[in-house]
């Protein structure tokens, strides 16, 4: 009976899964090569900035802005999977919601590793208190918060319910934080409100090539999210399919 | 070359963040491979007896 | 005001007196709290070699590293008496709806940590040499903090609880998301010491109660699943 489940399930996933993730993920691959070569080769060097060191690590820019951009919208998806798996009590929405605050882990950690090699050449110092930095960083913490959270929980239901009422939580903190930092203070470049930047420190004007390269990587690095989201999901479901029959086979 | 380092190593970190990530995916997969393998021996056996 | 109203504040109440009551008997929590934030301000004390010089800037975080750490110390402790005793079940028996649950231990934590702040609050102004004439906004700011720190503090203690780490455990979930109540707090605190005009720093009220308003009802509406089973 359970040989049955496990390799219907098996072939299941091979037959409709593994055509369609393999032409995704290769796909996905192909696309982010693209945006490699694009933001290191394509784009035009950022004209007002003086050193050739300063022009270079500008580059980073086209990866380090998408990646905070994806760990913004996995926050924010997440907190919405959390919202359904209440109400719906659904096994699947959680797993998203976890899968979510994963992937936007690995996204965050790129921004917080990337962020001070270009600080460094730009501002010449690792580390600032700049809103944006700050509030990374308080991203950063609050989804290391949800993952020890749901390590410290044994039972799996009140794990699932506990870390959705985290991840609404903090999704309620992250715009407050926002405010409350920028008010603070700020060096941090406004790239995004293009136009203004000369008044803060390594900001750089944006023209139409240097935008749409930017552009291009944001859209790659959203199809890099959802497909590394499709694979985390899977893995998830499949691996509390597998204790539910290890329960099932051991205890019985 | 000593002006690219910074970009040579921006790039690095978010390549290693990214497939660090990846790996750990496969490296869970393969466990969870062996579990089934394991599940299925132990079926296996079961309906022997 | 209608009569269900005043049922369902009774009934908060309650919980409010029972807390009270144990707490009198005991005087456990309030005291730790107390000397524990007297701890505080004397180690800032001798770390920043706090003198006349820079007093003025450093004194606000002083006060609310004091407050807020102190509230950790209640928080964390606020319902490991309902969850090791079973007072949590008993609660959720009695026919009250589980809103009034979280206001009551809610209202309870804000009276223990504000008693806490207002009486370290004049100590404060003793060893750090302020005028008294400020107490009264200090204290009306420090109200305003405590009720945001109690209300998020509330929900997730009642989840820290649970879990294995339990102490361990709140101040990671807490931190990040009061951040921006402390900051709002401590720029209030130095705006009273400066003797500055409440207009100019009104954003930063706007902050304190915005952060009070969407955390209590937030908490309030997800309470109901931390306590369900």
Redesign the interface.
Known sequence: M??KI??SQ?TKTEVNGISFSAVFTIFTGFIMLTA?YLA?IWAPDAVNLL???ER??Q??FY??VP?AWVGFLAFLASALFSVIY?IKRQQKWDAMALSSV??GL??F??VM??GP??A??TWNVWWTWDPRLTIST?CW??Y??YI??RG???NPE?EA??A???A???S??IP??W???R??RTIHPAIVAAGSNDGSEGGFGMSPDIRNTLIFCVVAFTI?YIN?MY??VK?EL??RR?EL??QD??YQ | M???I??F???A??WL??F???FS?VS??QS?QK??EM??Q???Q??DV | MSQNLRRYIRKIFAIVGKDVATEIRTKEMVSAMFVFSLLIIFIFNFTFDLRAGNVQTLAPGVLWVAITFAGMLGLSRSFVLEHDKGVLEGLLLAPVDRSTIYFGKMIGNIIFISMVAIVVLPVFMIVFNQPFTHVPRLGGIIVLGVIGLSG?GT??SA?AV????REV?LP??LF?????LI??AI?LTAAVLDGMLFADMS??LT?LV??DV??IA??YM?FE??V??
């Open positions: 359970t040989t496990l390799s098996q490699l290191l050193t050739p060191t270079y690590a580059r980073i990866f380090h990646a209440l994963e992937v690995a996204f950690t790129m590793l990337s090699i270009w460094k050449p308080i913490l609050l290391i918060g020890m959270l410290a929980i044994d009140r319910r506990f959705a009422v985290f609404i939580v903090s309620f903190s407050l934080n405010l409350a930092i008010w603070w890099f590394l694979h985390r893995l499949m691996k597998v029959l290890k086979i051991l | 000593n002006e690219m910074y970009l190593a921006g790039y970190v978010i963040a990214a660090v990530f990846i995916m869970r997969q969870l579990d089934v599940l299925e132990l079926t296996q079961k309906q | 998020v929900l997730f989840m649970h879990t294995r780490a455990l990671i979930m990040p998301v009061i951040i921006p900051l709002a720029r954003h930063w902050i915005a952060f969407i955390f937030i908490s997800l699943y931390v369900e089973e």
